[in-house]
Protein backbone atom coordinates (compact mmCIF):
# COMPACT_ATOMS: atom_id res chain seq x y z
CA UNK A 1 0.00 0.00 0.00
CA UNK A 2 1.26 3.64 -0.77
CA UNK A 3 -0.11 6.59 1.26
CA UNK A 4 0.26 10.30 0.12
CA UNK A 5 -0.95 13.92 1.33
CA UNK A 6 -1.70 16.49 -0.73
CA UNK A 7 -1.33 14.16 -4.06
CA UNK A 8 -1.83 15.72 -7.52
CA UNK A 9 -4.89 14.22 -9.20
CA UNK A 10 -3.90 15.54 -12.36
CA UNK A 11 -2.30 12.26 -13.96
CA UNK A 12 -5.34 10.60 -12.69
CA UNK A 13 -7.98 11.74 -14.57
CA UNK A 14 -9.02 12.25 -18.06
CA UNK A 15 -9.56 15.67 -18.07
CA UNK A 16 -5.94 16.33 -16.83
CA UNK A 17 -7.40 19.42 -14.57
CA UNK A 18 -5.05 20.53 -11.58
CA UNK A 19 -6.21 18.94 -8.27
CA UNK A 20 -4.99 17.57 -4.96
CA UNK A 21 -6.42 14.91 -2.61
CA UNK A 22 -5.55 15.50 1.01
CA UNK A 23 -5.12 11.66 1.71
CA UNK A 24 -4.64 9.21 -0.89
CA UNK A 25 -4.14 5.61 -0.83
CA UNK A 26 -3.04 2.76 -3.31
CA UNK A 27 -3.77 -0.90 -2.90
CA UNK A 28 -2.05 -3.25 -4.57
CA UNK A 29 -3.53 -6.45 -3.16
CA UNK A 30 -6.67 -7.35 -1.80
CA UNK A 31 -4.86 -7.57 1.64
CA UNK A 32 -3.88 -4.37 1.90
CA UNK A 33 -7.45 -3.08 1.28
CA UNK A 34 -9.21 -5.56 3.77
CA UNK A 35 -6.78 -4.13 6.69
CA UNK A 36 -7.01 -0.66 5.45
CA UNK A 37 -10.65 -0.78 5.98
CA UNK A 38 -10.40 -2.52 9.38
CA UNK A 39 -7.89 -0.37 11.06
CA UNK A 40 -8.26 3.00 8.86
CA UNK A 41 -11.46 3.29 7.33
CA UNK A 42 -13.73 4.97 10.49
CA UNK A 43 -10.94 7.74 10.44
CA UNK A 44 -11.98 9.09 6.70
CA UNK A 45 -15.97 10.11 6.72
CA UNK A 46 -15.03 11.26 3.30
CA UNK A 47 -13.89 8.81 0.84
CA UNK A 48 -13.79 9.06 -2.72
CA UNK A 49 -13.31 5.62 -4.33
CA UNK A 50 -10.99 6.05 -7.70
CA UNK A 51 -11.05 3.82 -10.99
CA UNK A 52 -9.10 5.29 -14.27
CA UNK A 53 -10.68 8.95 -13.79
CA UNK A 54 -12.28 9.13 -17.21
CA UNK A 55 -15.84 10.11 -15.66
CA UNK A 56 -14.69 12.62 -13.06
CA UNK A 57 -13.95 16.31 -13.30
CA UNK A 58 -12.49 18.23 -10.14
CA UNK A 59 -13.55 21.56 -9.57
CA UNK A 60 -11.18 22.19 -6.78
CA UNK A 61 -9.10 20.25 -4.30
CA UNK A 62 -10.86 17.53 -2.29
CA UNK A 63 -10.34 17.84 1.63
CA UNK A 64 -11.28 13.89 1.52
CA UNK A 65 -9.27 10.34 1.03
CA UNK A 66 -9.24 9.16 -2.30
CA UNK A 67 -8.73 5.23 -2.34
CA UNK A 68 -7.15 3.55 -5.64
CA UNK A 69 -8.09 0.39 -6.28
CA UNK A 70 -4.79 -0.62 -8.56
CA UNK A 71 -5.32 -4.90 -8.63
CA UNK A 72 -4.30 -6.25 -11.97
CA UNK A 73 -4.77 -9.47 -13.46
CA UNK A 74 -7.10 -11.08 -16.24
CA UNK A 75 -8.46 -15.01 -16.09
CA UNK A 76 -10.60 -17.63 -17.07
CA UNK A 77 -12.30 -18.82 -13.87
CA UNK A 78 -15.24 -21.19 -15.55
CA UNK A 79 -16.29 -22.80 -18.90
CA UNK A 80 -19.74 -23.89 -19.16
CA UNK A 81 -20.30 -25.39 -22.81
CA UNK A 82 -19.55 -21.83 -25.15
CA UNK A 83 -20.29 -19.89 -22.06
CA UNK A 84 -16.91 -18.85 -20.23
CA UNK A 85 -16.48 -16.54 -17.34
CA UNK A 86 -13.97 -14.02 -16.84
CA UNK A 87 -12.49 -12.53 -14.08
CA UNK A 88 -11.24 -9.20 -14.36
CA UNK A 89 -9.54 -6.97 -11.61
CA UNK A 90 -10.44 -3.45 -10.74
CA UNK A 91 -7.81 -2.27 -11.72
CA UNK A 92 -7.00 -3.40 -15.01
CA UNK A 93 -7.30 -0.88 -18.05
CA UNK A 94 -10.61 -1.45 -19.38
CA UNK A 95 -9.37 -1.59 -23.18
CA UNK A 96 -6.91 -3.97 -22.09
CA UNK A 97 -9.56 -6.42 -21.01
CA UNK A 98 -11.63 -6.10 -24.32
CA UNK A 99 -8.00 -6.77 -25.92
CA UNK A 100 -7.29 -9.85 -24.49
CA UNK A 101 -10.88 -11.37 -24.49
CA UNK A 102 -10.75 -10.68 -28.88
CA UNK A 103 -7.52 -12.21 -28.68
CA UNK A 104 -8.87 -15.82 -26.93
CA UNK A 105 -12.22 -15.59 -28.96
CA UNK A 106 -14.48 -14.29 -26.41
CA UNK A 107 -17.25 -12.41 -27.73
CA UNK A 108 -19.34 -10.17 -25.65
CA UNK A 109 -17.35 -6.45 -25.05
CA UNK A 110 -16.12 -6.15 -28.79
CA UNK A 111 -18.69 -3.20 -28.72
CA UNK A 112 -16.62 -1.37 -25.91
CA UNK A 113 -13.85 -1.30 -27.59
CA UNK A 114 -11.19 1.69 -26.86
CA UNK A 115 -13.52 3.10 -23.51
CA UNK A 116 -11.06 4.48 -21.59
CA UNK A 117 -11.09 4.04 -17.42
CA UNK A 118 -10.86 0.52 -15.45
CA UNK A 119 -12.28 -2.58 -15.29
CA UNK A 120 -14.51 -1.82 -11.51
CA UNK A 121 -15.02 1.24 -12.59
CA UNK A 122 -16.74 -0.23 -15.63
CA UNK A 123 -19.12 -1.86 -13.62
CA UNK A 124 -19.94 1.26 -11.54
CA UNK A 125 -20.93 3.95 -14.57
CA UNK A 126 -23.12 0.72 -16.81
CA UNK A 127 -20.43 1.65 -19.30
CA UNK A 128 -22.07 1.58 -23.54
CA UNK A 129 -21.48 2.01 -26.47
CA UNK A 130 -22.77 0.61 -30.15
CA UNK A 131 -25.75 -1.09 -28.80
CA UNK A 132 -24.07 -3.18 -25.59
CA UNK A 133 -23.96 -2.14 -21.91
CA UNK A 134 -21.57 -3.70 -19.64
CA UNK A 135 -24.93 -5.21 -17.35
CA UNK A 136 -25.50 -7.38 -20.87
CA UNK A 137 -22.64 -9.55 -19.80
CA UNK A 138 -21.29 -8.93 -15.99
CA UNK A 139 -22.34 -11.98 -14.29
CA UNK A 140 -20.69 -10.47 -10.40
CA UNK A 141 -19.32 -7.53 -8.96
CA UNK A 142 -17.02 -8.52 -5.57
CA UNK A 143 -15.67 -6.27 -3.49
CA UNK A 144 -15.66 -5.18 0.30
CA UNK A 145 -17.93 -2.52 1.79
CA UNK A 146 -16.27 0.09 3.51
CA UNK A 147 -17.80 1.15 6.74
CA UNK A 148 -18.31 -3.08 8.23
CA UNK A 149 -15.21 -4.57 6.03
CA UNK A 150 -17.42 -7.68 4.81
CA UNK A 151 -16.61 -8.98 1.39
CA UNK A 152 -19.53 -8.56 -1.14
CA UNK A 153 -20.49 -10.69 -3.89
CA UNK A 154 -23.12 -8.73 -5.96
CA UNK A 155 -24.79 -10.88 -9.05
CA UNK A 156 -25.93 -8.91 -11.99
CA UNK A 157 -29.56 -8.55 -10.49
CA UNK A 158 -28.88 -7.07 -7.49
CA UNK A 159 -26.38 -4.15 -8.78
CA UNK A 160 -29.60 -1.97 -10.34
CA UNK A 161 -27.91 -1.63 -13.44
CA UNK A 162 -29.81 0.82 -16.06
CA UNK A 163 -28.60 3.23 -18.43
CA UNK A 164 -25.09 4.52 -17.12
CA UNK A 165 -26.60 3.26 -13.54
CA UNK A 166 -26.00 1.10 -10.70
CA UNK A 167 -26.33 0.55 -7.12
CA UNK A 168 -22.23 2.18 -7.18
CA UNK A 169 -23.38 5.10 -8.32
CA UNK A 170 -26.60 4.71 -6.03
CA UNK A 171 -26.98 3.80 -2.44
CA UNK A 172 -23.06 2.49 -2.33
CA UNK A 173 -21.63 4.81 -3.71
CA UNK A 174 -18.18 5.77 -2.12
CA UNK A 175 -19.77 3.19 0.04
CA UNK A 176 -17.84 -0.12 -1.53
CA UNK A 177 -14.82 -0.61 -3.40
CA UNK A 178 -14.94 -2.95 -5.82
CA UNK A 179 -11.74 -5.41 -6.40
CA UNK A 180 -13.35 -7.40 -9.68
CA UNK A 181 -15.72 -8.05 -11.60
CA UNK A 182 -16.46 -11.37 -13.43
CA UNK A 183 -18.03 -11.25 -17.24
CA UNK A 184 -20.32 -14.20 -18.82
CA UNK A 185 -18.68 -14.09 -22.36
CA UNK A 186 -19.10 -16.51 -25.36
CA UNK A 187 -16.99 -18.73 -27.56
CA UNK A 188 -19.83 -18.46 -30.03
CA UNK A 189 -20.11 -14.94 -30.06
CA UNK A 190 -23.78 -13.15 -31.42
CA UNK A 191 -22.23 -9.91 -33.06
CA UNK A 192 -24.42 -6.49 -31.88
CA UNK A 193 -24.29 -4.63 -35.64
CA UNK A 194 -27.44 -2.87 -34.49
CA UNK A 195 -25.53 0.53 -35.57
CA UNK A 196 -25.68 1.29 -39.13
CA UNK A 197 -22.49 2.83 -38.84
CA UNK A 198 -20.27 -0.13 -37.25
CA UNK A 199 -22.14 -2.07 -39.36
CA UNK A 200 -21.10 -0.62 -42.70
CA UNK A 201 -16.87 0.01 -41.30
CA UNK A 202 -17.05 -4.13 -40.20
CA UNK A 203 -18.42 -5.03 -43.51
CA UNK A 204 -16.08 -2.76 -45.32
CA UNK A 205 -13.54 -4.87 -43.01
CA UNK A 206 -14.33 -8.42 -45.17
CA UNK A 207 -15.60 -10.76 -42.67
CA UNK A 208 -17.61 -10.15 -39.23
CA UNK A 209 -15.07 -11.20 -36.72
CA UNK A 210 -14.73 -10.25 -32.87
CA UNK A 211 -10.84 -8.89 -34.66
CA UNK A 212 -12.59 -6.91 -37.04
CA UNK A 213 -15.89 -5.25 -35.07
CA UNK A 214 -13.14 -3.96 -32.64
CA UNK A 215 -10.77 -2.39 -34.81
CA UNK A 216 -13.73 -1.08 -36.78
CA UNK A 217 -14.99 0.73 -33.38
CA UNK A 218 -11.90 2.06 -32.49
CA UNK A 219 -11.74 3.70 -35.90
CA UNK A 220 -14.71 5.39 -35.19
CA UNK A 221 -14.34 6.44 -31.69
CA UNK A 222 -10.46 7.78 -33.05
CA UNK A 223 -12.73 9.62 -35.83
CA UNK A 224 -15.36 11.69 -33.23
CA UNK A 225 -13.95 11.20 -29.97
CA UNK A 226 -10.90 13.09 -28.33
CA UNK A 227 -7.98 12.01 -27.38
CA UNK A 228 -7.72 12.51 -23.85
CA UNK A 229 -3.61 12.47 -24.16
CA UNK A 230 -4.25 15.43 -26.43
CA UNK A 231 -6.97 17.07 -25.12
CA UNK A 232 -8.46 16.48 -21.68
CA UNK A 233 -11.97 15.09 -21.84
CA UNK A 234 -13.98 12.90 -19.98
CA UNK A 235 -16.16 10.69 -22.94
CA UNK A 236 -19.79 12.32 -23.41
CA UNK A 237 -19.90 14.73 -20.39
CA UNK A 238 -23.97 14.43 -20.27
CA UNK A 239 -26.52 11.76 -20.38
CA UNK A 240 -29.14 11.13 -23.22
CA UNK A 241 -32.21 12.31 -21.92
CA UNK A 242 -35.01 9.96 -21.47
CA UNK A 243 -38.55 11.40 -22.13
CA UNK A 244 -41.80 10.71 -22.62
CA UNK A 245 -43.33 9.31 -26.20
CA UNK A 246 -45.48 12.80 -25.89
CA UNK A 247 -43.26 14.90 -25.44
CA UNK A 248 -41.06 14.09 -27.57
CA UNK A 249 -43.20 14.08 -30.31
CA UNK A 250 -44.30 17.87 -29.08
CA UNK A 251 -40.21 18.25 -30.14
CA UNK A 252 -40.17 16.86 -32.93
CA UNK A 253 -43.19 19.18 -33.98
CA UNK A 254 -41.22 22.07 -32.96
CA UNK A 255 -37.27 20.68 -34.32
CA UNK A 256 -38.44 18.15 -36.96
CA UNK A 257 -34.71 17.23 -37.03
CA UNK A 258 -34.11 15.78 -33.87
CA UNK A 259 -32.91 12.49 -33.08
CA UNK A 260 -34.65 10.01 -30.60
CA UNK A 261 -34.25 6.52 -30.15
CA UNK A 262 -37.91 4.90 -28.73
CA UNK A 263 -37.25 2.66 -25.79
CA UNK A 264 -39.73 0.39 -23.51
CA UNK A 265 -42.65 1.77 -22.03
CA UNK A 266 -43.46 4.37 -24.49
CA UNK A 267 -40.14 6.93 -23.68
CA UNK A 268 -37.75 7.60 -26.05
CA UNK A 269 -33.74 8.76 -25.88
CA UNK A 270 -33.19 11.87 -27.46
CA UNK A 271 -29.40 12.21 -28.60
CA UNK A 272 -28.47 15.42 -26.38
CA UNK A 273 -25.36 15.72 -29.20
CA UNK A 274 -27.97 16.80 -31.43
CA UNK A 275 -29.83 19.05 -28.92
CA UNK A 276 -25.91 21.06 -28.19
CA UNK A 277 -25.13 21.05 -31.80
CA UNK A 278 -28.48 22.61 -32.39
CA UNK A 279 -27.90 25.06 -29.78
CA UNK A 280 -25.08 26.35 -31.56
CA UNK A 281 -22.62 24.99 -29.10
CA UNK A 282 -20.39 22.71 -30.75
CA UNK A 283 -16.35 24.01 -31.18
CA UNK A 284 -17.22 27.00 -28.73
CA UNK A 285 -15.10 27.79 -26.35
CA UNK A 286 -14.99 29.33 -23.03
CA UNK A 287 -11.58 30.07 -22.17
CA UNK A 288 -9.47 26.71 -21.84
CA UNK A 289 -12.79 24.71 -21.98
CA UNK A 290 -14.41 24.07 -25.17
CA UNK A 291 -17.00 21.97 -26.77
CA UNK A 292 -15.25 19.09 -29.11
CA UNK A 293 -15.77 20.47 -32.99
CA UNK A 294 -16.87 16.43 -33.77
CA UNK A 295 -18.82 15.65 -30.95
CA UNK A 296 -20.91 18.21 -29.10
CA UNK A 297 -21.82 16.24 -26.51
CA UNK A 298 -18.03 15.89 -25.25
CA UNK A 299 -16.71 18.68 -23.33
CA UNK A 300 -12.74 19.26 -23.71
CA UNK A 301 -9.82 20.79 -21.85
CA UNK A 302 -7.77 23.11 -24.70
CA UNK A 303 -4.60 23.51 -22.35
CA UNK A 304 -4.62 24.41 -18.80
CA UNK A 305 -8.23 24.23 -18.47
CA UNK A 306 -9.50 24.61 -14.35
CA UNK A 307 -12.09 22.49 -13.43
CA UNK A 308 -13.91 25.23 -12.60
CA UNK A 309 -14.14 26.29 -16.01
CA UNK A 310 -15.03 23.37 -17.50
CA UNK A 311 -17.72 23.03 -15.10
CA UNK A 312 -18.82 26.47 -15.88
CA UNK A 313 -19.39 26.01 -19.49
CA UNK A 314 -21.05 23.02 -18.75
CA UNK A 315 -23.55 24.74 -16.70
CA UNK A 316 -24.16 26.95 -19.10
CA UNK A 317 -24.63 24.17 -21.78
CA UNK A 318 -27.93 22.61 -19.30
CA UNK A 319 -28.97 26.14 -18.85
CA UNK A 320 -29.32 27.11 -22.14
CA UNK A 321 -30.84 23.38 -23.27
CA UNK A 322 -33.32 23.69 -20.36
CA UNK A 323 -34.68 27.17 -22.01
CA UNK A 324 -34.42 25.88 -25.63
CA UNK A 325 -35.70 22.36 -25.59
CA UNK A 326 -37.41 22.27 -22.02
CA UNK A 327 -35.05 19.60 -21.06
CA UNK A 328 -32.79 19.41 -18.51
CA UNK A 329 -29.63 17.55 -18.96
CA UNK A 330 -27.78 15.10 -16.21
CA UNK A 331 -23.99 14.91 -16.31
CA UNK A 332 -22.68 11.85 -16.91
CA UNK A 333 -19.45 13.12 -15.68
CA UNK A 334 -18.92 13.08 -11.80
CA UNK A 335 -18.36 16.76 -10.57
CA UNK A 336 -16.64 16.72 -7.74
N1 LIG B 1 -25.38 14.12 -32.75
C1 LIG B 1 -25.42 15.37 -33.33
N2 LIG B 1 -24.38 16.22 -33.09
C2 LIG B 1 -23.32 15.88 -32.34
C3 LIG B 1 -23.28 14.60 -31.76
C4 LIG B 1 -24.33 13.73 -31.97
O1 LIG B 1 -26.37 15.72 -34.03
O2 LIG B 1 -22.41 16.71 -32.17
C5 LIG B 1 -26.52 13.19 -33.02
C6 LIG B 1 -26.37 12.47 -34.33
O3 LIG B 1 -27.64 12.30 -34.89
C7 LIG B 1 -25.83 11.12 -33.94
C8 LIG B 1 -26.53 10.91 -32.60
O4 LIG B 1 -26.56 12.21 -32.03
O5 LIG B 1 -26.20 10.14 -34.85
C9 LIG B 1 -25.80 9.96 -31.69
O6 LIG B 1 -24.43 10.32 -31.59
P1 LIG B 1 -23.31 9.24 -31.25
O7 LIG B 1 -23.51 8.01 -32.07
O8 LIG B 1 -22.00 9.92 -31.32
O9 LIG B 1 -23.66 8.78 -29.79
P2 LIG B 1 -24.10 9.59 -28.49
O10 LIG B 1 -25.54 9.31 -28.23
O11 LIG B 1 -23.69 11.00 -28.58
C10 LIG B 1 -23.64 7.57 -26.89
C11 LIG B 1 -22.86 7.32 -25.64
C12 LIG B 1 -21.40 7.18 -25.96
C13 LIG B 1 -21.23 6.00 -26.90
C14 LIG B 1 -22.05 6.29 -28.17
C15 LIG B 1 -22.03 5.15 -29.14
C16 LIG B 1 -24.10 8.44 -23.86
C17 LIG B 1 -24.14 9.59 -22.93
N3 LIG B 1 -23.07 8.43 -24.71
O12 LIG B 1 -23.21 8.83 -27.39
O13 LIG B 1 -20.72 6.87 -24.76
O14 LIG B 1 -19.88 5.82 -27.25
O15 LIG B 1 -23.43 6.52 -27.80
O16 LIG B 1 -22.84 4.12 -28.71
O17 LIG B 1 -24.94 7.55 -23.79
C18 LIG B 1 -19.64 7.93 -22.92
O18 LIG B 1 -20.57 7.50 -22.23
O19 LIG B 1 -18.71 8.60 -22.44
C19 LIG B 1 -19.66 7.68 -24.35
C20 LIG B 1 -18.76 8.19 -25.18
Not at 209 to 217: D, G, K, S, V
Not at 263 to 283: D, F, M, R, S, T
Amino acid sequence: MDYYTDYSLEEYTTFGVAAQAARFFRFDTEDELKKWIRDESPNHPEKLVLGGGSNLLFTGNFDGTVLYPAFKGIEITREEGDSVLVRMAAGEAWDRCVEWCVEKGLGGIENLSFIPGHAGAAAVQNIGAYGVELSDVLAEAHGYYLDSGEAFSLDCRDCDYDYRYSIFKGPLKNKAVITSVVLRLSRVPRFNLSYGQVQEAVKKRGTINLRNIRNAIIDIRKEKLPDPAVFGNGGSFFKNPVVDRADFERLKHAHPGIVGYPLENNKVKIAAGWLIEKAGWKGRSSGKAAVHEKQALVLINKGGASGKEIARLAYEIQSDIRQKFGIMLEPEVNII
